[in-house]
């Protein structure tokens, strides 16, 4: 006979075992249907705001949004020319480089739409970021200070980054692959992380990849992934290295799908 010192946590043991196991089943599911095509809405700036470089719309995308179409093809855009939370409130994907064209920056981001941009983090939106060399501030540090991170400098030309543990990361060791290295063209180098974010791989200037986890920010936030660079997921016609980044890009976006079906029943159990 148990001693009913030893039953209650007993019984508190098995209930929790249950619900362990309940949790399982719930993420093996999600899991099956993160790796079919789903719906994702895919937000950010417009043509107004951020011309070729729109990733909803812009010239210099045309060969990811292609990629995109194959492996999502439910896929939608949503493109704005101001960060304000009605307008990012269904966007399940927030892209935002800090290119307005090869050359030009975007205009940086206001102090309120910095805010909106963290909010939507600490709300489970999962956000990429794209600055670029140092040619490209402010408005690289627009994308960068809501998360308290930091760029600067310019490699000139093209060079190869290497991933030191790709399994590290599953942006890096994903389902469409695994990547141990990937191209950079004229990139800077993120110099501070800050508070949130994990690097996994460099470039001679400082952080090339840096991921912040979900829940890192906040209990129910999403994550983000900083790449110093833009021209890597460009259109060749652009001088961009799609091409050669399809797999990185494409782990990247199943990345945020997953963290996006796995995070609400992370926090509901």
Not at 3 to 32: C, D, W, Y
Not at 60 to 78: G, I, K, M, S, W
Request: charged share 10%; hydrophobic share 45%.
């Amino acid at each position: 006979m148990i001693p009913t010192a030893i039953k209650r946590p007993l019984g508190q043991l098995i209930l929790f075992g249950l619900l362990v196991l309940a949790m399982i089943s719930h993420l093996e599911n999600a899991a099956g249907s993160a790796a079919t095509p789903a719906n994702l809405k895919i937000g950010g700036f417009d043509t107004t705001r951020a011309s070729i470089s729109s990733f909803p719309a812009g010239a210099a995308f045309d060969e990811v949004r292609a990629a995109l179409a194959t492996h999502y093809p439910q896929v939608t855009y949503t493109a704005v020319t101001t960060l304000t939370q009605p307008a990012l409130a269904d966007v399940d994907i927030l892209i935002l480089p800090s290119t307005y064209d090869v050359f030009v920056p975007i205009s940086p981001l206001t102090t309120d739409e910095q805010n909106v941009l963290f909010n939507y983090v600490t709300s489970g939106g999962c956000a990429i970021l794209m600055p670029e060399n140092h040619d490209f501030n402010p408005a690289n540090e627009s994308l960068l200070d809501p998360f308290g991170m930091d760029i600067t400098g310019l490699i000139w030309g093209w060079l190869t980054v290497s991933v030191p543990n790709p399994n590290a990361s599953a942006v890096t060791n994903g389902p469409h692959g695994t990547v141990s290295s990937f191209a950079q063209g004229w990139p800077g180098g993120l110099t501070n992380l800050g508070p949130y974010a994990t690097g996994y791989a460099a470039n001679s200037l400082g952080t090339a990849l840096a991921v912040i986890e979900p829940g890192a920010v906040g209990p129910e936030s999403g994550p983000v992934i900083v790449y110093s660079d833009t021209t890597f997921f460009a259109d060749a016609d652009v001088g961009g290295g799609f091409s050669g980044n399809t797999t990185l890009f494409l782990n990247t976006v199943a990345f945020c799908q997953r963290q996006l079906i796995y995070l609400p029943l992370l926090i509901k159990y």
